[in-house]
C-alpha cells in the first residue's frame, strides 16, 4: 500500500495564480483532512471530509476549497493564491470509526506564493 | 478538547531514555491523551495513545498519572533517528471530525 499520497511535492504560484493540490489515499479510509503548517509552528486544520461527497471547515478554512468526489481523493484548491498561503500542506486519513482513530499523514506539499 | 503545556525543547543522549512530559491539567474523563511525532519536513506520525493506564507498544511507552492530570512519553533507547518535534494531544477519540489540535510540541534533539 502507498498510504496517503500528495502531489505535487513542491510548487511555486504568483500572487493571484490557481492551484488544486491532490491527496490520495489506498486505506479505504472514511475521514480525510487537509492541515497546513508554518515554520515554527504546529499544524492547522484548513478543512476536512467525513465521507464521499462531504466537506466541513476547520479552523482555517478561508482562502482554500476543497472536494471529496471520490472516496479516495481529497483536493485542496487555492482560487486566487496570496503571499499568506506560503506554507506545507499535509494530508491525512483515517477510518474515522471508534477505536484508535490514528491519523496517516502524506508526506507534504511545499508551496510558495510571490 | 483539552489544552495541553509541553516543554519547548529537550535533548537527550542516544543510546539513553528520552522522557517527555505533557501536562493537559483540564483533560475531561472521556478524552483520550495521544502522541505523535514530526521528524523535519516530513508528515507527523502516530506514535501511542491512552486514556488511563499506561500503554507500551513497538516505539514508546505511555506513562499517565492517576489523576490523568499528566502524562510522559517515554522513548526507550533513544537514537539518532528518533531526534524530531513531539506532540502531545489531548482529544475525544470519536470526535466529529477525529480533528487533531497540535500545539508547538517539545523538539526532541538526540545526540551521540
Known amino acids: 500500500n502507498a498510504g496517503v499520497t500528495q502531489t505535487p511535492k513542491f510548487r511555486v504560484l504568483k500572487t493571484g495564480q490557481s492551484m488544486t493540490l491532490l491527496c490520495a489515499q489506498d486505506?479505504?479510509?472514511?475521514?480525510m483532512y487537509w492541515y497546513r503548517q508554518d515554520p515554527g509552528m504546529g499544524l492547522r486544520l484548513i478543512h476536512y471530509?467525513?465521507?464521499?461527497?462531504?466537506?466541513a471547515k476547520g479552523e482555517v478554512p478561508d482562502g482554500y476549497n476543497v472536494s471529496r468526489l471520490k472516496k479516495q481523493n481529497f483536493l485542496l484548491g487555492l482560487e486566487s493564491a496570496a503571499p499568506s498561503q506560503t506554507s506545507v500542506y499535509f494530508c491525512?486519513?483515517?477510518?474515522?470509526?471508534?477505536?484508535?482513530?490514528?491519523?496517516?499523514f502524506g508526506p507534504g506539499t511545499r508551496l510558495t506564493v510571490l | 478538547d483539552a489544552k495541553t503545556t509541553q516543554p519547548t525543547s529537550m535533548d537527550c543522549a542516544e543510546g539513553r531514555a528520552a522522557n517527555l512530559p505533557c501536562n493537559h491539567s483540564?483533560?475531561?474523563?472521556?478524552?483520550?491523551v495521544y502522541w505523535y511525532r514530526q521528524i523535519h519536513s516530513q508528515g507527523p506520525q502516530y506514535i501511542i495513545h491512552?486514556?488511563?493506564n499506561n500503554e507500551t507498544n513497538e516505539m514508546a511507552s505511555l506513562i499517565i498519572t492517576e489523576d490523568r492530570k499528566s502524562s510522559t512519553l517515554i522513548l526507550p533507547h533513544a537514537t539518532l533517528r528518533d531526534t524530531a518535534v513531539y506532540y502531545c494531544?489531548?482529544?475525544?477519540?470519536?470526535?466529529?471530525?477525529?480533528?487533531?489540535?497540535f500545539g508547538e510540541g517539545t523538539q526532541l534533539t538526540v545526540n551521540p
Open positions: 486505506m479505504n479510509h472514511e475521514y
Open positions: 483540564t483533560i475531561s474523563g472521556n478524552e483520550y
Open positions: 491512552g486514556l488511563k
Open positions: 491525512a486519513s483515517n477510518r474515522g470509526t471508534s477505536g484508535t482513530n490514528e491519523q496517516f
Open positions: 494531544i489531548v482529544r475525544v477519540a470519536e470526535t466529529s471530525g477525529s480533528r487533531l489540535t
Open positions: 471530509s467525513v465521507g464521499e461527497g462531504t466537506t
